[in-house]
C-alpha cells in the first residue's frame, strides 16, 4: 500500500508532490495546511487523514473556510497492512524529546507521523518510528519541497524521503526575501 505522507504546506502544495498523491492509496498531511485548496489538491485513491497544525487558526486561513478548518482534528490514525499510523502536528512540548514524548503518546502505533519544523527525519531507532516529511509546500523548504512514501505492507514497511529542488519561482522569492 502505497502512502504519501506531508506536512506544513501553508497553503500551497508542490505540483510534484501534488503530483504523487494522485497516485497513491492514501494520504497523511500532519498540519499546517493553510486553505481549503490545499485540502481539495490532495485527492489520493483512498483516504485523505489530515490534522491541525499551529497555523491552522481563522486568521490565518481565508475567509468563508472556517468549516472546513474546524473539522480538522489535533490529533489521527490510519491503520494499514501491518499496523497504525498516528498523525500528529507535533508544536506541543519542547523539540529536545519530542520522539521519546510522540513514542510515548502513541505506543501501539507502528508509525508516527509529526510536522511543525520544517524540517524532514526518518527515526527508526525504536518502536513505533516517528517521522517528519518536511515541508511540502514553499514555506522554508531547508532544500526544497519535500514528502515521504511509506510503502506498507504486513510484514514489512519502508519509509523513504522524497525532496524536489526548489521551482525556479521559489528560488527567486527567497533570494528576494533574504536581500
Do not use: Q
Not at 501553508?10 to 510534484?16: A, L
Not at 485513491?45 to 489535533?74: F, H, I, Q, S
Not at 500528529?88 to 501501539?108: F, K, M, N
Request: aromatic share 4%.
Amino acid at each position: 500500500m502505497r502512502v504519501i505522507l506531508l506536512s506544513d504546506t501553508h497553503g500551497t502544495v508542490d505540483p510534484r508532490i501534488a503530483g504523487l498523491v494522485a497516485r497513491a492509496e492514501h494520504v497523511v498531511h500532519a498540519g499546517d495546511v493553510g486553505c481549503l485548496a490545499v485540502l481539495t489538491a490532495l485527492r489520493p485513491r483512498g483516504r485523505t487523514v489530515v490534522v491541525r497544525g499551529n497555523n491552522d487558526v481563522p486568521a490565518k486561513w481565508p475567509a468563508g473556510e472556517g468549516g472546513a478548518l474546524e473539522a480538522l482534528p489535533e490529533h489521527a490514525s490510519l491503520d494499514l497492512p501491518g499496523g497504525r499510523v498516528a498523525v500528529v502536528h507535533g508544536h506541543v512540548g519542547s523539540t529536545r524529546d519530542r520522539h521519546a514524548r510522540l513514542r510515548r503518546a502513541y505506543p501501539d502505533a507502528r508509525l508516527v507521523v509529526y510536522g511543525h519544523s520544517h524540517h524532514a527525519c526518518i527515526d527508526r531507532e525504536a518502536t513505533p518510528w516517528v517521522v517528519n516529511p518536511g515541508a511540502a509546500g514553499r514555506a522554508r523548504t531547508f532544500g526544497g519541497p519535500s514528502c515521504l512514501l511509506l510503502d506498507a505492507r504486513e510484514r514489512r514497511w519502508t519509509v523513504r524521503l522524497l525532496r524536489f529542488p526548489p521551482l525556479a519561482t521559489d528560488a527567486r522569492r527567497d533570494r528576494r526575501r533574504s536581500i
